[in-house]
């Protein structure tokens, strides 16, 4: 019989520190590479029905697009469209939270898998051939060690083809967190947040922008605007999760 010592040193690290699903805590098995169990896992929502045209939130009762956008609520967003792979729902937050919180960057390779089966289920996205993920300001990604957007940007990029625009960009604010503010307060406080700093890397490219969470799209809208300012040809917006 041949010993697998992998799978034994993967049982032996279960038995002193078992896994865990990162939502309900329920103990998951020692072969698991997802911080999931199984019924949470099932517990995620793709987003595949009905969408609006223009903001990708699902629309309820058909229509072309939703009431913010009919009601030029979302004017201000610069991108040509936003699609979204979930619904940002508990699981997926308890998800999203390991992998930029707790450094589980590996889970940065399925979490960008999913996002290229909804790059997939979106052909609308394939003209924006140039991926930026959204950036972080600098102290706070050195504190953070990563950019959990840039990570799934690369993972999108390598699968579908995309060139992956680096350092064209930067975030020159120190936002503070979004949680909390009402709608104006967020756009108010992502003004001005993001500068080109290498517009030659933009001009007449068509770019995605890749983000983990969508909550108001003021942060993607902002960094949107700077594209085209600085010379992108059109922009469009992919990411991850999408709150209602
Ligand atoms: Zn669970
Ligand atoms: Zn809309």
Known sequence: MKIDLTKI?????HV????????????????????????CRGSLEPI???????????????????????????????????????????????L???????GRTDLAEPLGMELGRAYDRHPELKDYNFVIPVPLF???????GFNQSELLAGVLAREKRLFLLKGAVERVRNTPSQTGLSKEARLENVKAAFKAVKPELLRG??????????????????????????????????TLARER
């Open 48 to 94: 595949t029905g009905l969408i609006c045209r223009k903001c990708g939130s699902p629309l309820e009762s058909g229509g072309e697009y939703c009431f913010n956008c009919r009601g030029h609520k979302n004017a201000r967003l610069k991108a040509a469209l936003v699609r979204s792979a979930f619904s940002f729902n508990p699981e997926l937050r308890s």
């Open 9 to 13: 040193g993967r049982y032996l690290l």
């Open 205 to 238: 490219r068509r770019v995605l922008i890749v983000d983990d969470v969508a909550t108001t799209l003021a942060t993607a809208g902002e960094l949107a605007r700077a594209l085209e300012d600085a010379g992108a040809a059109g922009t469009a917006v992919l």
């Open 16 to 39: 002193l520190l078992p896994k865990t699903c990162a939502h309900c805590g329920e103990d998951l098995h020692y072969l698991a590479v997802e911080p999931l169990c199984p019924a």
């Open 138 to 144: 600098a102290d706070k990604e050195r504190e953070r």
């Open 96 to 102: 999203i939270h390991a992998f930029k919180y707790r």
